[in-house]
T-cell receptor, first 113, second 117 residues
Framework: DAGVIQSPRHEVTEMGQEVTLRCKPI?????LFWYRQTMMRGLELLIY????????DSGMPEDRFSAKMPNASFSTLKIQPSEPRDSAVYFC???????????FGQGTRLTVV | AQSVAQPEDQVNVAEGNPLTVKCTYS??????LFWYVQYPNRGLQFLLK??????LVKGSYGFEAEFNKSQTSFHLKKPSALVSDSALYFC???????????????FGSGTRLQVQP
């Protein structure tokens, strides 16, 4: 398996623009997580899905952030409108079952100018 | 609630010496504990986990960790450090209690390990 695949790897956008980050989890994994990493706040959980259903979105910072998982092999994280403080590395991770470890993608480095 | 503390921002060790990266956790119920490593511009890579059973768990690249319930600790160790071990290390916890548990990991702030040649 190719692992968790995220795209794009880098994204530079202007403030106010819409940004969409994409994730393909490992086949057969039933949990999918979106994390954000910044120097100031470390790794923060934004939202996670189980069997394509959002379970906990309490980490989503504002209504500007939304996430979807239309099927078992694809998820998106959207920011609209984007702001400079959204600049961070966004990671997607997936996991098979309750006791398993999560596998992380390479991340998307987002810069909002 | 679940939380993790990594008290050291950075650990410096000479190559060939043993290393320890500290982690303490807080959960209401029973923990699942994990260590991950992150190299520059890369995602997190899984090193090892404690779910149940033997308190000493062995993982990738010669790393091991000991679960200590009384001290609520899960320190990462390696008998002999390599320069290539230099990276950012994250401890993570998940409370698996049916009532208070959360299905996602909470990560510590990370500890940068620097191994000098």
């Amino acid at each position: 398996d190719a692992g968790v695949i995220q795209s794009p790897r880098h994204e530079v956008t202007e403030m106010g623009q819409e940004v969409t980050l994409r994730c393909k989890p490992i086949s057969g994994h039933d949990y999918l997580f979106w994390y954000r990493q910044t120097m100031m706040r470390g790794l923060e959980l934004l939202i996670y899905f189980n069997n394509n259903v959002p379970i906990d979105d309490s980490g989503m910072p504002e209504d500007r952030f939304s996430a979807k998982m239309p099927n078992a092999s694809f998820s998106t994280l959207k920011i609209q409108p984007s702001e400079p403080r959204d600049s961070a590395v966004y990671f997607c991770a997936s996991r098979a079952g309750s006791g398993a470890e999560a596998f992380f993608g390479q991340g998307t480095r987002l810069t909002v100018v | 609630a679940q939380s993790v503390a990594q008290p050291e921002d950075q650990v410096n060790v000479a190559e060939g010496n043993p290393l320890t990266v500290k982690c303490t956790y807080s959960v209401s119920g029973n923990p699942y504990l994990f260590w991950y490593v992150q190299y520059p511009n890369r995602g997190l890579q899984f090193l090892l986990k404690y779910i149940t059973g033997d308190n000493l768990v062995k993982g990738s690249y010669g790393f091991e960790a000991e679960f200590n319930k009384s001290q609520t600790s899960f320190h990462l160790k390696k008998p002999s450090a390599l320069v290539s071990d230099s990276a950012l290390y994250f401890c993570a916890v998940r409370d698996v209690s049916r009532d208070t548990g959360r299905r996602a990991l909470t990560f510590g702030s990370g500890t940068r390990l620097q191994v000098q040649p």
